[in-house]
């Protein structure tokens, strides 16, 4: 006959197996944080497939570029469900009007954490496929410094300090040569809630625009959000303001005065955006709503152009490249065409100029072969 230890004993082992059982189970079905991942930088380009330079009637030289900016709410089970046939809708609609000659020239990417979210840049056929910051990837700089009590309050119910499962969903595409890309991961500590799951961070591309003078940059972020993040506001904003001095940090590579196109967690004026390199910058403007879907340079502290789209595009000019909006558009919202994430569509075009007196910057890329 058992032993009444010897029976509670041999219960617990087997809760005990039944819960590690279980708890192996969840883990395996999470998930994977490198499955999306698609990067590739290409060491040739196609003139055919770039915009064309055409002169002004100023003699200006000029290129129009046409930016896609979209957060396409590619997040996996189970925090999200039942999105791979919206992520097809996407990728097909693009992948369309890239083979008709009227897609876009740069494609920015927001939240593409799974592989249907990814192909929605290789279906297109881009030649640079350029992602953020990979699942791993430590912040090289260092972090900004927290307030008082701020690593104190972190609650690994909400989320924060159990690692990172997912990458930092950031893409940016082109065809157009891209010198040069860097990437870099927020600080461990600097994220708030939920966001702190992701190895969110940012990355920037250096183009070189066919006859240009100067290379054109593209930056790209994804900072903590605010009621999603499931944590207090303060604390949510808190986190804001850390990532901008961050993205800050991360800027002072390029030169202060150079041309910029700049997409990031401009949904919202945030406490971030109320600080920092680009509210503290005049030449940097944001392309907001006209009439119709003409487009006009406005200040980062402008609000109707905040209340004009949940996601924003902004800009500076150089000496000597200038960056002009031309026209703005947001799709996908249920009227310009249906809902398929919680964010819609930005669509821009910009031009950029430059002097045809000016010697076009030297570019080590050669055209592909036939």
């Known amino acids: 006959m058992d032993r009444p230890g010897r029976r509670i004993g041999g219960g617990l082992a087997i809760t005990a197996t039944i819960l590690l059982g279980l708890v192996a189970a969840i883990w395996a079905m999470l998930p994977d944080g490198r499955a999306a991942r698609v990067e590739r930088i290409a060491d040739c380009y196609d003139s055919a497939a770039l915009p064309k330079v055409a002169t002004l009637p100023d003699g200006r030289k000029a290129m129009r570029l046409r930016v896609l900016f979209w957060n396409v ?3 996996p089970w189970p925090i999200r469900s039942g999105r791979e046939a919206k992520l097809a809708r996407m990728a097909g609609w693009i992948a ?21 979210a990814s192909r929605i840049a290789t279906l297109a056929g881009f ?3 350029v992602p953020g910051p990979a699942l791993g990837q430590e912040r090289n700089i260092p972090p900004a410094a927290p307030p008082a009590g701020y690593a104190e ?19 940016i595409s082109t065809d157009l040569p891209v010198m040069a890309a860097r990437s870099e991961a927020f600080g461990a500590d600097s994220c708030a809630g939920f966001d702190c799951l992701a190895n969110k961070g940012a990355e920037l591309l250096t183009l070189q625009l066919p006859g240009a003078p100067a290379p054109l940059y593209l930056f790209n972020t994804h900072r903590n959000s605010r009621e999603p993040a499931k944590v207090g506001i303060a604390r949510a904003e808190a986190s804001h303001i850390l990532q901008t001095r961050e993205n800050d940090a991360f800027l002072a590579s390029m030169p202060a005065d150079a041309a910029l196109i700049a997409a990031g967690d401009f949904n919202n004026y945030r406490a971030g955006d109320k600080s920092g390199r680009f509210a503290a910058d005049p030449a940097f403007q944001l392309a907001g709503k006209s ?20 996601d924003l595009l902004g800009y500076r000019s150089s000496d000597r490249l200038r960056i002009e909006p031309l026209a703005v558009a947001t799709l996908f919202d ?7 994430s919680d964010h819609d569509a ?16 030297p570019a080590p890329f050669k055209t592909c072969p036939a």
């Open 73 to 75: 709410e590619g997040l």
């Open 96 to 116: 369309q009007r890239r083979a008709a000659g009227r897609g876009p020239d740069i494609l920015i990417l927001h939240k593409a954490f799974t592989p249907e």
């Open 127 to 129: 030649r640079s496929i």
């Open 153 to 171: 309050g972190s609650r690994w119910a909400k989320g924060e300090g159990l690692g990172k499962w997912l990458d930092g969903g950031l893409y």
């Open 291 to 310: 009439d119709a879907f003409t487009a006009r340079p406005a200040p980062m502290t402008d609000a109707a152009a905040w209340k004009q789209a949940y």
């Open 334 to 340: 249920g009227k310009n065409g249906p809902r398929l």
């Open 346 to 361: 930005q669509y821009v075009i910009f031009r950029v100029s430059w002097r045809a007196d000016t010697t076009p910057a």
